[in-house]
């Protein structure tokens, strides 16, 4: 393979990249200096006003002398302490061996010799999208020479054929193939790092400082005040430091960047660039339906005992769509001047420019290297939960991914069943209309076959009008939302920051009136969808009242089983449509109380907030209590991994003291997501087993429009 050279001009720029990084935080430590300065010629020159009076004008100076000392001290701990910043603790390591994984070693080493760098001395895995080649032991490493250690992504040897991944490692290997480059590469980066951590970390000490002066008499805590504003200062400067710094590294390490993907290119060709990088979206993309699906599983108290396999299974239900839109916005994305690496389209197009054919070819799956991939898989998830969930993760709560992705294929097939039977006019915003069924007198087998052939047809008719009307629904609905939160938070007269509102509220008048308006207009749309709503409580109820018929029942398979479950989840169904205003109006009010909170920073004074933030977190808490007490004694209607209990111990285990405001948002948020998914589970279930009376009545189930998209 070529080697890929670098010119006199590109090591000179990194160089003197590596100079200005360096100096940078010496500016920072010439300013403590200069501080330090400061505080010691008051100290040692204006003391001659200690003796300029007596009496209560002798306190008044003391107080003067010594506040720029206090001020002065509380400044320069607090810019001395981000010098002394501890790193960042290593999370669990695993690491493969020669022994274990010899053909993993026996190809690193062979791209290795292709690219001209050092061989690692380690090779680990974890649960990250990603590769990465870094020093061993940090600074010790730089110094010391060719120490390098390489850390592989299962998911990412799980999602790319043998070639792309060759073609990552290539790119890894080729920063360290430059020797000195990539050593003053490794002192900009931790020199960037630093800055991020210093400026944006706080610890004990800043909430102490925040918290100093409030039992102090005004007279003493005014010196806290200055000094806070001190210290602010001191992070501006860090601040403007740190971007300084991003804005001159960032040229170079794009550059860095391009170099490196010439290895790729050249190893695994040009073509073979563009896919990989595609690829690699895609796979950012499938983790985060991964991560909902793990909320899911999570919920009913069970994990996946292996994500590589559940992200790949996400990746194969990526839409067409979805792959249309990465690629529509790989062709907009522009760099910006800050951006470490460059725009996938910019590295795209120097990799089509350089028209390398590659040195290795290979559709096998990358994993084909490990020895044993699915063990290792399992290990690094594992470690994945562990830095999640700490010493809370039970082994207990995992189970096999198989199990679980045909758990969530039957959650799916029933979602689809629900769609078809609302004919995609379904949403958990508004509550299922579903007459009572039982302690009423029998009726004949043929109401109930009219009442079902009446309301299929009704439903049908109104199909159309009601998805059209549900889209602007859930408009109004935001807007709802959207407004009490900002009347929550204008009426205590703080500013409003518009970052997240769709609309402008200069006043919480504003805010009322536009509340006011996006509740007519939900009224006057629930009106438009009451036909179908009701229509559709009754087909519900007549296919569940025909499959206990014996005849029926008897042409069903699994009618019995379908029985028991909908004498279960009628039941609860019709309880959370019961109180399905009180479940939205609670989470109305945790909506304006996380709006309330979001601007407590800065605002930290204001009491006509910190009352609202009281008094609301008091009533979302009565609120998730009463709530948590009705369902104490209705029992859970799905299958948990804890076995058998209450909907109230399924929603949380306790509900938190007033005086915990984060917990107490925490639960009220966990109390309105399980209720509204249980309750659209439950009613998913339902239309499973009414789509088979159906089918089994001769109808053929309703479906949106191709065009359409269920609520």
């Known amino acids: 393979m070529e080697r890929v050279g670098t010119t006199v001009p590109y090591q000179l720029g990194i160089l003197l990249t590596t100079i200005f990084m360096i100096v940078l935080p010496l500016v920072y430590v010439a300013v403590i200096g200069l501080v330090c300065l400061l505080v010691w010629w008051h100290m040692t020159h204006n003391h001659v006003i200690l003796g300029a009076a007596r009496g209560?004008?002798?306190?008044?100076?003391?107080?003067?002398?010594?506040?720029?000392?206090?001020?002065?001290?509380?400044?320069?701990?607090?810019?001395?302490?981000?010098?002394?910043?501890?790193?960042?603790?290593?999370?669990?390591?695993?690491?493969?061996?020669?022994?274990?994984?010899?053909?993993?070693?026996?190809?690193?080493?062979?791209?290795?010799?292709?690219?001209?760098?050092?061989?690692?001395?380690?090779?680990?895995?974890?649960?990250?999208?990603?590769?990465?080649?870094?020093?061993?032991?940090?600074?010790?490493?730089?110094?010391?020479?060719?120490?390098?250690?390489?850390?592989?992504?299962?998911?990412?040897?799980?999602?790319?054929?043998?070639?792309?991944?060759?073609?990552?490692?290539?790119?890894?290997?080729?920063?360290?193939?430059?020797?000195?480059?990539?050593?003053?590469?490794?002192?900009?980066?931790?020199?960037?790092?630093?800055?991020?951590?210093?400026?944006?970390?706080?610890?004990?000490?800043?909430?102490?400082?925040?918290?100093?002066?409030?039992?102090?008499?005004?007279?003493?805590?005014?010196?806290?005040?200055?000094?806070?504003?001190?210290?602010?200062?001191?992070?501006?400067?860090l601040w403007l430091l740190m971007y300084a710094g991003h804005l001159v590294a960032g040229f170079m390490l794009r550059q860095m960047e391009f170099d490196a993907d010439k290895y790729e290119t050249r190893l695994a060709g040009s073509d073979n660039f563009a896919a990989t990088s595609r690829q690699l979206k895609l796979l950012a993309l499938a983790w985060r339906g991964a991560e909902h699906d793990l909320a899911t599983y999570h919920r009913d108290g069970r994990l996946v005992d292996c994500l590589p396999l559940l992200l790949m299974a996400n990746m194969k239900q990526i839409p067409k769509e979805a792959q249309q839109l990465i690629d529509k916005a790989t062709a907009e994305t522009t760099t910006s001047w800050f951006d470490s690496h460059p725009a996938d389209k910019d590295r795209i197009a120097a990799a089509k420019a350089e028209q390398a054919p590659g040195v290795f070819h290979s559709n096998l799956p990358a994993r084909v290297l490990f020895s044993n991939f699915d063990a290792i898989a399992k290990g690094v998830t594992w470690d994945y939960y562990c830095s999640v969930f700490g010493k809370m993760v039970d082994p207990k709560s995992l189970h096999s991914t198989t199990e679980m992705l045909a758990r969530s294929e039957s959650y799916q097939s029933a979602d689809k069943a629900r769609d078809r039977f609302f004919a995609g006019a379904f949403t958990a915003l508004r509550p299922l209309r579903l007459p009572i069924m039982y302690g009423e007198k029998p009726r004949p087998l043929a109401d109930w076959q009219g009442d079902l052939a009446e309301t299929h047809q009704t439903m049908e008719t109104h199909a159309t009008d009601c998805r059209d009307a549900l889209a602007t629904y859930d408009q109004a609905d935001t807007r709802l939302v959207q407004?009490?939160?900002?009347?929550?938070?204008?009426?205590?007269?703080?500013?409003?920051?518009?970052?997240?509102?769709?609309?402008?509220?200069?006043?919480?008048?504003?805010?009322?009136?536009?509340?006011?308006?996006?509740?007519?207009?939900?009224?006057?749309?629930?009106?438009?969808?009451?036909?179908?709503?009701?229509?559709?409580?009754?087909?519900?109820?007549?296919?569940?009242?025909?499959?206990?018929?014996?005849?029926i029942a008897q042409r069903i398979q699994g009618a019995q089983q379908m029985q028991r479950e909908s004498s279960e989840l009628v039941p609860v169904v019709a309880q959370v449509a019961s109180l399905h205003a009180t479940i939205l109006e609670l989470r109305n009010n945790k909506a304006a109380l996380a709006a309330l909170l979001g601007h407590v920073s800065g605002n930290e004074r204001n009491e006509a907030l910190v009352r609202e933030v009281l008094e609301l977190t008091r009533t979302v808490r009565t609120q998730v209590g009463e709530l948590?007490?009705?369902?104490?004694?209705?029992?859970?209607?799905?299958?948990?991994?804890?076995?058998?209990?209450?909907i109230a111990q399924y929603l949380i285990k306790v509900v938190p003291p007033a005086d915990e405001i984060g917990a107490v948002y925490e639960a009220a948020n966990e109390v309105v997501e399980k209720l509204l998914q249980m309750y659209a589970r439950a009613v998913s279930r339902l239309c499973v087993i009414a789509e088979a009376v159906e089918t089994d009545q001769g109808y053929q189930p309703l479906a949106p429009a191709a065009d359409e998209v269920a609520v």
Request: hydrophobic share 50%.
């Open 483 to 551: 407004s009490r939160q900002a009347r929550a938070v204008l009426h205590t007269g703080v500013p409003l920051r518009a970052g997240g509102f769709e609309a402008v509220y200069r006043t919480a008048t504003d805010a009322s009136r536009m509340r006011d308006a996006a509740a007519n207009e939900m009224s006057r749309i629930a009106m438009r969808l009451e036909p179908l709503e009701v229509a559709a409580g009754r087909r519900l109820r007549a296919a569940i009242m025909l499959l206990f018929d014996p005849t």
């Open 56 to 237: 209560r004008g002798a306190i008044l100076t003391l107080i003067i002398y010594l506040a720029p000392l206090v001020i002065g001290g509380i400044v320069i701990v607090f810019m001395f302490k981000p010098l002394f910043a501890p790193p960042a603790k290593e999370g669990r390591r695993r690491s493969l061996t020669p022994t274990s994984d010899p053909l993993l070693f026996e190809f690193v080493e062979r791209i290795c010799g292709l690219v001209g760098a050092a061989m690692p001395r380690r090779i680990d895995v974890d649960c990250d999208i990603n590769a990465s080649a870094s020093f061993r032991r940090g600074w010790l490493s730089l110094i010391l020479g060719h120490d390098l250690v390489l850390t592989i992504g299962m998911p990412l040897a799980a999602g790319l054929s043998l070639q792309q991944f060759a073609g990552v490692l290539a790119h890894e290997f080729g920063h360290f193939s430059q020797g000195a480059g990539m050593r003053l590469t490794y002192i900009i980066r931790s020199i960037n790092f630093w800055f991020v951590r210093v400026v944006y970390q706080r610890d004990a000490w800043d909430e102490w400082l925040e918290t100093a002066a409030d039992g102090m008499d005004i007279r003493i805590s005014w010196v806290i005040y200055v000094a806070r504003a001190c210290v602010w200062l001191t992070r501006r400067i």
């Open 628 to 646: 948590r007490a009705v369902y104490e004694r209705v029992d859970y209607p799905f299958d948990h991994a804890a076995g058998k209990m209450s």
